[in-house]
């Protein structure tokens, strides 16, 4: 399994959890220059933007419906993790406005949705089923192949850890843009095969850094793409 696949930004994100026996069929892309190490922080070019507007990350949704001034609960590790899924949202930046909250929230609801993808055995669950509400069309195709080239039965386990380490937003200009920063811990997952063979690979065990696009071109923020920034040098 190539658990997370790194692309050069503006290229539809990957798959970033193949199996450990389809690690073969994963060529490893070009990670772009010039990214940093794991920071903390958080930036967004519209200083004024409402700080209080929140919502749990059930769905990616409007950007107008993902944050909401109305609400009044913010977001946490805590309302962002999943224990069922065995998915833990460890930190997040401090003080974010609403734009950088609405970001999250669809990051997040890319997130459980991919992650559930990998945990549940290949061929049950919901499979793709509401896919393009949290990605791309092209990552939407990306990710469908991945999944289908699973042998059924073939699963993940966790638990997985997420630092979400910076968010920057970039919204002068309609469609909106975001890049999330992220260190996801991977070092409790194993993989298995239909008959409960283990075939974790070596690829899938560490902490890795990624750099997420998203984009509210297709009318909703959702995620575009993906960078590895680092393996091993950040901390969930």
């Not at 389809?22 to 772009?32: D, F, K």
């Not at 992650?115 to 939407?140: F, H, I, K, Q, Y």
């Amino acid at each position: 399994m190539v658990p997370v696949v790194p692309v050069v930004p503006g290229t539809p994100v990957r798959s970033r959890r193949r199996r450990g026996r389809l690690a073969a069929l994963v060529s490893v892309l070009v990670v772009a220059s010039g990214l940093t190490a794991c920071s903390n922080g958080s930036q967004t070019s519209d200083p004024t933007a409402n700080p209080t507007a929140t919502q749990a990350p059930t769905t990616a949704g409007s950007p107008s419906a993902q944050a909401s001034p109305s609400t009044t609960r913010q977001l946490t590790p805590e309302s962002l993790s999943d224990p069922e899924l065995g998915y833990t949202v460890t930190s997040i930046p401090e003080d974010l406005n609403a734009t950088q909250t609405e970001a999250l929230t669809a990051f997040i609801a890319f997130e459980h949705f991919t992650w559930r993808l990998w945990l549940t055995p290949a061929g049950s669950g919901t499979g793709m089923e509401g896919a393009e509400e949290v990605m791309s069309a092209d990552s939407v195709t990306e990710i469908q192949g991945n999944y289908d080239a699973l042998e059924p039965g073939e699963y993940m386990t966790g638990p997985v850890r997420s630092a979400i380490l910076r968010i920057d937003v970039h919204d002068q200009h309609s469609p909106f843009e975001a890049e999330i920063t992220v260190c996801t811990d991977q070092n409790g997952t194993k993989s298995y095969s239909a008959t409960g063979e283990d075939i974790t690979s070596p690829s899938q065990i560490g902490r890795f850094e990624y750099r997420y696009t998203l984009s509210t071109a297709e009318g909703a923020w959702k995620v575009f793409s993906e960078t590895r920034v680092s393996t091993n040098e950040c901390t969930a």
